[in-house]
């Protein structure tokens, strides 16, 4: 049976990247899926495949930062796919310009929160009160390795650590309306916006063997970096009813990076 059969999910983020080949994964096991992406080539793009596959898919034009946005994505949800099971945060990111508090530029800090931290709240606001009208639900939030280590990425650490404690405070404050809420920890993960990060230094990281950032103990990390998919697997389980038992978590998807 589809692990996701007849569930609604709404995906942010999912023109590319993880969020792409998670809203993939869902719709091959049963969920019907609304792509919430800011860029409508990408965000209609990935719903036109999806249908082309079979499956129910939406692409709603969202800017996750914008309280109006959101409000209005979740509403539209409601009214064409008629109930919402699932949100999977997945829109965010670093910013190059992300460096230790002495010398950070606070223009990163805005956006990096703004992003990562407000969208994530954003969402969530909007889309409990749709989730209880359906009788509950899986929040799957995105946080980070960069949450459980130290790293030079100051401002993106704080916010994907953040979303940690909002998903831990989501799991205690709405269990009883039958909502659960985790989090995924990824480390490096292949999507092309990090391949575009690493330039030249791609094949290093491709192998896993090499030691691309100082914050990364690439030499330590024998599985190597991950690939969308890999995490598109972690939400799913997430997701679907067969993790009914796990709330208030986050799962690291990290080959054991954070171990170390
Ligand atoms: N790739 C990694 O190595 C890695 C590692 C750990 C955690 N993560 C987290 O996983 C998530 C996905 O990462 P990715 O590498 O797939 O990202 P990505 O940059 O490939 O894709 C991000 C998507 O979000 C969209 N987006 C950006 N701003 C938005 C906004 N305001 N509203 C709606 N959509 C918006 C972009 O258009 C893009 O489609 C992020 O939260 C990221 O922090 C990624």
Redesign the pocket.
Same mark, same amino acid.
């Given at each position: 049976m589809a692990r996701l059969g007849d569930k609604v999910a709404i995906i942010?983020? @999912? %023109?590319? %990247?993880?969020?792409?080949a998670t809203a993939k994964l869902f719709a091959q096991e049963g969920a019907k899926i609304i792509i @919430?992406?800011?860029?409508t080539d990408?965000?209609e793009a990935v719903a036109e495949e999806i249908r082309g596959s079979g499956s129910g898919a939406l692409f709603i034009a969202? +800017?996750?930062? +914008?309280s109006a946005?959101v409000e209005q994505t979740i509403a539209q949800t409601v009214k064409h796919f008629g109930r919402l099971d699932v949100l999977h945060?997945? @829109?965010? %990111?670093?910013i190059p310009e992300d460096a230790p508090i002495d010398t950070v530029d606070w223009d990163v800090w805005d956006h990096t929160m703004?992003? +990562?931290l407000k969208?994530t709240m954003l969402c969530c606001r909007f889309a409990i009160p749709a989730m209880i009208q359906s009788g509950g639900g899986s929040i799957v939030n995105?946080?980070? &390795? &960069?949450a459980l280590q130290g790293t030079s990425l100051h401002v993106?650490s704080t916010a994907?650590g953040g979303i940690i404690s909002f998903t831990k405070s989501l799991a205690s404050s709405y269990a009883k309306e039958g909502i659960r809420a985790n989090a995924?920890?990824?480390?490096? &993960?292949?999507? +092309?916006?990090?391949k575009g990060r690493f330039g030249d230094k791609l094949d290093e990281l491709e192998s896993g063997a090499g030691k691309v950032l100082s914050t990364f103990r690439m030499e330590k990390y024998p599985f190597g &970096?991950?690939q969308?998919e890999d995490?598109a697997n972690v939400a799913l389980f997430l997701a679907a009813d067969e993790s009914r038992m796990v709330n208030g978590s986050y799962i690291s998807a990290d080959g054991g990076m954070s171990a170390y």
């Open positions: 942010t983020g @999912a %023109g590319v %990247g993880i969020g792409r @919430a992406e800011m860029n990408t965000g969202t +800017d996750v930062t +914008d946005s945060n997945c @829109a965010g %990111g670093s703004s992003l +990562d969208g995105m946080s980070s &390795v &960069v993106y994907k995924i920890c990824p480390g490096i &993960v292949l999507t +092309d916006r990090v &970096v991950g969308p995490i």
